[in-house]
T-cell receptor, first 114, second 114 residues
Framework: ETGVTQTPRHLVMGMTNKKSLKCEQH?????MYWYKQSAKKPLELMFV???????ENNSVPSRFSPECPNSSHLFLHLHTLQPEDSALYLC?????????????FGAGTRLSVL | SQQGEEDPQALSIQEGENATMNCSYK?????LQWYRQNSGRGLVHLIL?????REKHSGRLRVTLDTSKKSSSLLITASRAADTASYFC??????????????FGKGTKLSVKP
C-alpha cells in the first residue's frame, strides 16, 4: 500500500447529484494533489494544496470544488457534473511541493456520470 | 501542456524478454521520473534521475537520460507477467512552471505474455 487511501473506489452519479471524493494520507506529507485521468489522455493536474493552502487551480470548472481541512485529508466536492467528467480521479501526496518530489498515489475513484 | 511523450504507445513481449520504453520531452528539466500503473489503480514511483545523471539502476530497471536529445529510456530486463502495466514518465521544473508539479506523458502500455 502507498499510504494514500481514496474512497469510494467507484461512484456512479447523475448529472444533478452532489457527491464528494475523499483522500487520506498517512505519510505526514505537506502537499496533496488531485488529478483526472481520462482514456488516452495524459494525467491532468487539477488542484494542488501545500500546507493546507490551495496553491494551484488549473482552470478546473467550478463544478469541482476541493477542500483540504488538514494536511492529512483532501476532498473533491462534485455537483452538476457532465458525462465528459467520467474518469479516474487520483489523489497524490508528496513530502513537500518542491522539484524532485516523489508523489505517492491513491488507487483512485472511478467516476461515471450518467 | 504535455511535456513528456512515451514511445511506443503499446508494447507486447514474451516473459523473459527485455522491454524498452522511451520518453521525449520538450523543455529543460531538473529531474525525470518513471511511474508504473496497474490497470485501474494509482501510479507507483519507480525511479528518479536527475539532469546531471546519465544512467541509473534499480533492480531489473535501468533508466538513461540524454539531456542533449531531451529523451529518456526505461529498460526492464528479464520481464515477468507481473510487469504488465502502463509506464509513465514525468518531468518537473518546466521553465516558468510551478515548482513541484509533475507533468506526465500518455504512457506506454506493456503486456508481458507468460
Amino acid at each position: 500500500e502507498t499510504g494514500v487511501t481514496q474512497t469510494p473506489r467507484h461512484l456512479v452519479m447523475g448529472m444533478t447529484n452532489k457527491k464528494s471524493l475523499k483522500c487520506e494520507q498517512h505519510l505526514g506529507h505537506n502537499a496533496m494533489y488531485w488529478y483526472k485521468q481520462s482514456a488516452k489522455k495524459p494525467l491532468e493536474l487539477m488542484f494542488v494544496y501545500s500546507l493546507e493552502e490551495r496553491v494551484e487551480n488549473n482552470s478546473v470548472p467550478s463544478r469541482f470544488s476541493p477542500e483540504c481541512p488538514n494536511s492529512s485529508h483532501l476532498f473533491l466536492h462534485l455537483h452538476t457534473l457532465q458525462p465528459e467528467d467520467s474518469a479516474l480521479y487520483l489523489c497524490a501526496s508528496s513530502q513537500e511541493r518542491i522539484a524532485g518530489n516523489i508523489q505517492y498515489f491513491g488507487a483512485g475513484t472511478r467516476l461515471s456520470v450518467l | 501542456s504535455q511535456q513528456g511523450e512515451e514511445d511506443p504507445q503499446a508494447l507486447s513481449i514474451q516473459e523473459g524478454e527485455n522491454a524498452t520504453m522511451n520518453c521525449s520531452y520538450k523543455t529543460s528539466i531538473n529531474n525525470l521520473q518513471w511511474y508504473r500503473q496497474n490497470s485501474g489503480r494509482g501510479l507507483v514511483h519507480l525511479i528518479l534521475i536527475r539532469s546531471n545523471e546519465r544512467e541509473k539502476h534499480s533492480g531489473r530497471l535501468r533508466v538513461t537520460l540524454d539531456t542533449s536529445k531531451k529523451s529518456s529510456s526505461l529498460l526492464i530486463t528479464a520481464s515477468r507477467a507481473a510487469d504488465t502495466a502502463s509506464y509513465f514518465c514525468a518531468t518537473d521544473a518546466v521553465p516558468g512552471g510551478s515548482q513541484g508539479n509533475l507533468i506526465f506523458g500518455k504512457g506506454t502500455k506493456l503486456s508481458v505474455k507468460p
